[in-house]
């Protein structure tokens, strides 16, 4: 018999906002996934969980390179999804777990892809987590929009090729993972009028940072676990 594969949103940081269900599953589950950028860097994830669930747990590393190299990406991937099946294959119960919610800019994504094309016998659950966008919008009390409103969200590490087009078609427009091109950002705002640009560095954490003057932002605020939140002037 299969073990189940859960992907778990834990939230934004804050270890108070993990879902009651996200505790109760990681509470049960026999394996942990930990996700990293680079094996030797600690996981915001792992953190959040060792917080909230009094437990030990067998953790298997998955390393997911910060890449644009398709193949070796595809690479990585399918040798994730290979270790994480063998477990499961064994019987055991497995959590993927990830910074956020799974379904927004989450490695998970190709992990349950890949589990559900190579063993469909295994069954897969996704639990929702509170979101890093909805988590800095509350933190800065600014609704992301009202009523007839439109939102983007757009990975700024990759593409800010189409922000002015954007900015013009969308009410509020979220910026993921700024940090490396905060300077580039906070020139093209000082051109910009109609918007008002807040910069929110890790919120859910003890050292969380939010401004709207982008002009006193120093280096010791730049942070990996960042975005900007920007949004059109009332009456414009």
Same mark, same amino acid.
């Given at each position: 018999?299969?073990?189940?594969?859960?992907?778990?949103?834990?939230?934004?940081? %804050?270890?108070?906002?993990?879902?009651?269900?996200?505790?109760? =599953?990681?509470? %049960?589950?026999?394996?942990?996934?930990? &996700?990293?950028?680079?094996?030797?860097?600690?996981?915001?994830?792992?953190?959040?969980?060792?917080?909230?669930?009094?437990?030990?747990?067998?953790?298997?590393?998955?390393?997911? &390179?910060?890449?644009?190299?398709?193949?070796?990406?595809?690479?990585?991937?399918?040798?994730?999804?290979?270790?994480?099946?063998?477990?499961?294959?064994?019987?055991?119960?497995?959590?993927?777990?990830? =910074?956020?919610?799974? !379904?927004?800019?989450?490695?998970?994504?190709?992990?349950?892809?890949?589990?559900?094309?190579?063993?469909?016998?295994?069954? !897969?659950?996704?639990?929702?987590?509170?979101?890093?966008? !909805?988590?800095?919008?509350?933190?800065?009390?600014?609704?992301?929009?009202?009523?007839?409103?439109?939102?983007?969200?757009?990975?700024?590490?990759?593409?800010?090729?189409?922000?002015?087009?954007?900015?013009?078609?969308?009410?509020?427009?979220?910026?993921?993972?700024?940090?490396?091109?905060? &300077?580039?950002? =906070?020139?093209?705002?000082?051109?910009?009028?109609?918007?008002?640009?807040?910069?929110?560095?890790?919120?859910?954490?003890?050292?969380?940072?939010?401004?709207?003057?982008?002009?006193?932002?120093?280096?010791?605020?730049?942070?990996?676990?960042?975005?900007?939140?920007?949004?059109?002037?009332?009456?414009?």
């Amino acid at each position: 018999m299969t073990g189940n594969f859960y992907g778990i949103g834990v939230g934004p940081g %804050d270890p108070e906002l993990l879902t009651i269900k996200a505790q109760k =599953i990681l509470s %049960d589950i026999d394996v942990l996934c930990v &996700p990293k950028s680079r094996l030797e860097k600690d996981s915001l994830a792992l953190s959040v969980v060792k917080n909230t669930v009094s437990r030990e747990y067998q953790i298997l590393e998955l390393e997911f &390179p910060m890449s644009r190299n398709q193949q070796l990406l595809e690479k990585c991937w399918s040798e994730a999804g290979a270790h994480v099946a063998a477990e499961l294959l064994s019987g055991k119960n497995v959590a993927f777990i990830t =910074i956020g919610d799974p !379904t927004l800019y989450s490695t998970y994504g190709y992990l349950l892809r890949y589990i559900r094309k190579n063993h469909p016998e295994i069954i !897969t659950s996704t639990i929702p987590g509170i979101t890093s966008v !909805t988590a800095c919008s509350a933190f800065i009390q600014e609704p992301l929009v009202e009523r007839e409103e439109k939102l983007a969200i757009i990975p700024a590490a990759y593409n800010l090729e189409d922000l002015r087009t954007i900015l013009d078609l969308f009410d509020s427009v979220v910026l993921m993972k700024v940090n490396k091109r905060l &300077p580039e950002l =906070i020139n093209f705002f000082k051109e910009i009028d109609h918007v008002e640009a807040y910069y929110v560095s890790r919120c859910g954490y003890p050292d969380e940072f939010a401004t709207n003057k982008l002009e006193e932002i120093g280096d010791k605020d730049l942070d990996y676990m960042s975005l900007m939140i920007v949004k059109r002037r009332r009456g414009i």
